[in-house]
T-cell receptor, first 112, second 112 residues
């Protein structure tokens, strides 16, 4: 079946540091890949997505590239801010199913 | 604000009881998805409805059921509740294009 593995954290960084959150997946067929962000007390918000191999999703300074050969979709940001502190979820949708398969989430903490 | 409304925000009940969680999707969205977020299982897809019909099932227990009404709002019914059902239940909606899925803020269910 489908699965997503991501570093669980917490990941603690200083403001303006470089961020990488690793995500790898197992899926049948050719999945669409997503990063969602969850701020405290809120629902999940779509951060970025990629629907085919070598696509790069980007939003708000965050980027992730769909790497089919390594089955990965790592999230990166060049310079994080305190406001980026949240839980980040990697997810996939595969085949005819519309429900998303999520990783466990990575708690990111940014210190000033 | 995602436009997806979930009620109630919090629910406290006892083992063996039955509860109903309600979701109003974004205006115009035909698909509704239910997810469960718990500490041990993470975020899991439960079930999807599309324009009143069940479309896909995930890891939904037989004690749980859902429906989508003609006005497109959805209800998730949980019965014979157990301590392990304590979790955050999210509803998400999308138009017929499947994504992005827009998430509500969730209903936190506590079983005492």
């Amino acid at each position: 079946g489908n699965s997503v593995t991501q570093m669980e954290g917490p990941v603690t960084l200083s403001e303006e540091a470089f961020l990488t959150i690793n995500c790898t997946y197992t899926a049948t067929g050719y999945p669409s890949l997503f990063w969602y962000v969850q701020y405290p007390g809120e629902g999940l918000q779509l951060l970025l997505k990629a629907t085919k191999a070598d696509d790069k999703g980007s939003n708000k300074g965050f980027e992730a590239t769909y790497r089919k050969e390594t089955t990965s979709f790592h999230l990166e940001k060049g310079s994080v801010q305190v406001s980026d502190s949240a839980v980040y979820f990697c997810a996939l949708r595969s085949g005819g199913a519309d429900g998303l398969t999520f990783g466990k989430g990575t708690h990111l903490i940014i210190h000033p | 604000d995602s436009g997806v409304t979930q009620t109630p925000k919090h629910l406290i009940t006892a083992t063996g009881q039955r509860v109903t969680l309600r979701c109003s999707p974004r205006s115009g969205d035909l698909s509704v998805y239910w997810y469960q977020q718990s500490l041990d299982q993470g975020l899991q897809f439960l079930i999807q409805y599309y324009n009143g019909e069940e479309r896909a099932k995930g890891n939904i227990l037989e004690r749980f059921s859902a429906q989508q009404f003609p006005d497109l709002h959805s209800e998730l019914n949980l019965s014979s509740l157990e301590l392990g059902d304590s979790a955050l239940y999210f509803c998400a909606s999308s138009d017929q294009g499947r994504e992005p899925q827009h998430f509500g803020d969730g209903t936190r269910l506590s079983i005492l």
